[in-house]
């Protein structure tokens, strides 16, 4: 355990380095954040059978906004890729460490570190009552923000375990980019990066109860907003999570043994 | 201790010609050619001892590191190393050995060396005290005290590559690979870690298996070199037995006089006039007969012995196996 709290430790700090492209990360959101708005409150405005309202959209894109690199598809670990196809790789097995852990544990700080650079400046600004209709509302009551806390976090880990199988696919492809960008858009759109689930149609919405993308960001962002409140509700989704976290983990873990067995360090 | 047994490793490559119309056929039909890395390798080598393991680039040397490290799995064959086996018990395996690669970076590229050090320690989980006393002795035999407080990406090449050999040695493996350390060093650099790796094989009894070009690494520091060519072992022995095979001396001399005639075990090379070059058989004549032997003849100006250097021999070494 310490050493995942050493490698935790040494990719967050390595990652708070960079304060400029969070700068830069700040200001991106803030635009995408507004335009989103517009563009959906505009939308919901002017049809009457939504039974998603403008505030809780508001408040989910606000959300969305500020904890946009912990579930951005994309970030993922650059150096991680690096190391594969550079081959940088074969020092990381000559080493007494448990490979899919390690990278597990570097992905989790990498993200851990990119949104508290940029999560509170844009919390505290999107909360300002300046903004009028296009504020961030508080939750919705202490309980539900108790929920969205613990969903936050098993939405993290689903979303980790499935950025390892796009490492994972990676040790024996020779470029990263082609899996990566399939499987990072495919997760964009149906976790809800795009457009939030609620608004999409209902068939659409009954399919993806059936993939682990209806259990990340979607779940927490409207449990806060109230969309989804009804306790027993909230407990059966977050069984469902811990359910796609055993599946996706023990998968990945699978395809990493196997690889390991075809492994070709190329080069030198 | 190290023990391979006919170890065989294959590749495929992917193979196709130039152009376009080559580049789409593969969408169809992908021609691979199967290539022997390694064919049949045995070898064994003892606790203690310091190897050099060399070839021509493309000989397998590299994928017998790898395999011996554990990142390879190979065809067929056996290996037991230390009571294990490498590429099966990895996890348990790594932990006493240490590995430098020299073209490619084991530190954290944007934060100090000495916090890629410590993330070390905790891989291994090296006590503190051994770790600060080891440190400490790693730091000063490779003179990197004020080095390792800066970040890896503003290292020069000597620099870096001096904290990588530390790195692998802060746990202090019994067996240590070092897959071409001195590539691309200065004079100095070199100088530094040859006689660094000396040291601690002498001195921590540490297995050293080095791969290498550098023919001087070669002479600077091991007794024994196996010689891999075309995926096969060629040769397994001792450099000095070596260099009596192939060691030849030339004497190179300018004189005033006459001279057609030499006495056994000299051989002109080549005759100017007031100048020749002999090869000398030192299993017939020793250096100070020939001198006699020629000053009996001709007054000597100038005198130069030449030996075979170990570049040299590695060269006739390659002509003589063919690869």
């Known amino acids: 355990m310490r050493l995942y709290i050493a490698y935790f430790k040494m990719k967050f700090l390595n990652e708070m380095q960079y304060k400029v492209a969070a700068l830069a990360g700040i200001a991106t959101q803030f635009a995408w954040g507004f335009m989103y708005i517009m563009l959906f409150t505009a939308f919901i405005n002017n049809s009457d059978t939504s039974s998603y309202s403008s505030s809780q959209v508001v408040t989910y894109i606000w959300l969305q906004q500020s904890f946009y690199m912990l579930f951005a598809f994309w970030s993922v670990d650059k150096d991680i890729f690096e190391s594969i196809v550079s081959g940088n790789l074969a020092y990381e097995l000559t080493k007494p460490i448990k490979l899919y852990d390690i990278w597990f544990v570097k992905t989790f700080a990498l993200k851990v570190a990119k949104t508290v650079l940029r999560a509170f400046p844009i919390f505290l600004i999107c909360t300002l009552p300046v903004l009028g209709e296009f504020s961030m509302s508080a939750p919705v009551s202490i309980l539900a923000a108790i929920w969205f806390v613990i969903t936050m976090f098993f939405s993290t880990i689903i979303l980790l375990s499935y950025i390892m199988i796009i490492y994972v696919i990676t040790i024996t492809a020779i470029s990263p980019m082609g899996v990566k960008i399939t499987f990072s858009l495919i997760g964009d759109f149906f976790s809800g990066g795009l457009i939030p689930i609620p608004l999409m149609p209902d068939i659409v919405q009954t399919i993806l109860k059936y993939t682990p993308f209806y259990y990340i960001q979607n779940i927490p962002y409207n449990i806060y907003n109230g969309y989804i409140s009804s306790n027993l509700e909230i407990i059966k989704i977050i069984g469902i999570q811990i359910l796609w976290i055993v599946i996706l983990i023990m998968f990945g873990k699978f395809l990493m043994k196997n690889s390991m067995k075809k492994v070709v360090i190329q080069g030198g | ?323």
């Open chain 2, 1 to 323: 201790m190290i023990e391979l047994k006919n170890i065989t490793k294959t590749y495929r490559i992917r193979k196709r010609s130039a152009g376009l119309k080559n580049a789409f056929r593969t969408f169809f039909k992908k021609d691979y050619e199967v290539v022997k890395a390694l064919d049949d390798i045995s070898f064994k080598i003892n606790e203690g001892e310091m190897v050099g393991y060399i070839g021509p680039n493309g000989a397998g040397k590299s994928t017998t590191i790898k395999i011996m490290a554990g990142i390879l799995t190979p065809d067929s064959g056996q290996a037991n190393i230390s009571g294990l086996i490498p590429w099966k018990q990895r996890t348990k395996y790594v932990k006493d050995i240490g590995v430098v690669f020299g073209n490619r970076s084991g530190l954290w590229w944007d934060v100090p060396v000495d916090d890629s050090f410590e993330l070390l320690k905790h891989i291994y989980k090296i006590p503190e005290d051994v770790y600060r006393e080891q440190k400490e002795k790693l730091v000063k035999l490779l003179d990197i005290e004020e080095i390792i407080k800066i970040p890896t990406r503003q290292l020069s090449l000597g620099q870096r590559m001096r904290c990588e050999i530390a790195s692998a040695f802060l746990h202090k493996p019994k067996i240590v690979f070092l897959d071409e350390p001195t590539i691309g060093l200065d004079a100095v650099s070199k100088i530094a870690v040859r006689e660094f790796i000396n040291k601690i094989n002498k001195e921590d009894k540490t297995t050293i298996i080095l791969t290498t070009h550098d023919t001087q690494d070669i002479e600077a520091l091991t007794n024994r070199i196996i010689l891999i060519g075309k995926g096969k072992i060629l040769l397994d022995g001792k450099l000095s037995d070596l260099k009596k095979k192939f060691s030849k001396k030339y004497l190179t001399v300018e004189f005033n006089g006459d001279i057609d005639e030499l006495c056994d075990g000299l051989i002109f090379v080549e005759k100017h006039k007031g100048r020749i070059k002999i090869e000398l058989n030192e299993n017939m004549i020793t250096l100070a007969k020939a001198i006699a032997f020629l000053t009996s003849k001709i007054e000597i100006l100038d005198l130069e012995v030449d030996n075979t250097s170990v570049d040299d021999i590695v060269v006739k070494l390659y002509q003589e196996y063919g690869i």
